[in-house]
């Protein structure tokens, strides 16, 4: 049963023994461990982690900082990729555990051990089902009600292309419905509705945090924002006609057999993805009171075998974000009063 926040009940449960609307947590001192742990009240506190395939591979660094820095969310809402590593954060896994997982992908041959090809790929290059089953075992068949931090998935309903939220139900499902980038995976069929990438409806997922009652909203956010991606396409657009003209049996090679070469069908519907993701991406950042940048103008989407390259940029773009991030959570004066 939810609780209520100024008269709006919150659709996230309240972990025991504690209280969602300035709940009381015990903190070390200003989150530097310099402190004996008090006993203060904070605000509720929401983490928003963006879609981005493999760059999203970035929040890893994120969680990193924030768990060294004695911060931990009451809510966690994940967009695509962003909802597969906060499905793992929800459950408990440390960052130590999460980037084990990663590494393990590490390398061509190990970014394929994640790939499972359709016979007859109709609906998608891939059915995502060694993905969907290997992030099953990992939450131990866990349901949305059975995780250690509540956590909300965006997916989109192919029928009207609008969001839906997951909070019930099997998490593993909710995840391979939110991670199902169209042309690339099939669509993840529940409860008789089919669902493509939750990142095209809601690239990243700060206005729900709101919504669920949170006070202050961390946004880790792995996407180009709108306003450089003009300067991002016009330096691709140089390096391309660079490339072609130094080296043009590679440049033909390249255009010939690469699925995501400039001008490919998938290339092409990932512009297309990103026109629509632009706008939303944009209001998104502008409602979350501390945005984490993580993102890099040199990567692709699909480079799961670079992993620490990603881990590395969010753990830095999260300490320099770190000092508005801490002053953004104002623990009152704790009272001497013993609680019953």
Known sequence: MGNSRNGVKTRFPARRGEKRKRQK????????????PLSVQRPVIGVALSCGGAKGLAHLGV????????????????????????????????PDEMEKMAMECSGLIGALKLADPKLWPVRGLLKGKIIEEGLRKRLKFAKFKELR???????????????????????????RASCGLPGIFAPKKIRG??????GIAAPLPVEKLRQ???????????????????????????????FAKKHPILNFLN??????????????????????????????????????????????????????????????????????????????????????
């Open 63 to 94: 969680i990193r900082v924030l768990r060294e820095s004695g911060i931990e969310p009451d809510i966690i809402a994940g967009s695509s990729m962003g909802a597969y590593v906060g499905a793992l954060w929800a459950k408990g896994y440390d």
């Open 193 to 198: 509705k089919n669902y493509v990438d939750g």
């Open 212 to 242: 669920m009652g949170a006070d202050i909203v961390i946004a880790s956010n792995v996407m180009v924002p709108p306003e450089e991606r003009n300067n991002l396409d016009q330096r691709s657009k140089t390096l391309r006609r660079r």
């Open 25 to 36: 947590t015990s903190l070390p001192g200003f989150f530097a461990g310099t402190f004996s």
């Open 149 to 175: 931090i509540p956590l909300i998935i965006s997916g989109t309903d192919l029928d009207n292309l609008e969001t839906h939220w997951f909070d019930q139900g099997d998490v593993a499902s909710a995840v």
């Open 255 to 340: 255009q010939t057999f690469n699925p995501f070469s400039f001008g490919s069908g998938l290339q092409v519907l990932d512009r297309c993805v990103q026109v629509g993701q632009a706008r939303r991406l944009s209001f998104s950042l502008k409602q979350a009171d501390i945005v984490i940048n993580a993102y890099s103008f040199h990567s692709r989407w699909y480079e799961f075998y670079k992993p620490q390259r990603f881990i590395e940029l969010g753990y830095r773009s999260t300490l320099d974000s770190l000092p508005a991030i801490l002053s953004s959570i104002h623990p009152t004066t704790p009272k001497t009063s013993i609680d019953s």
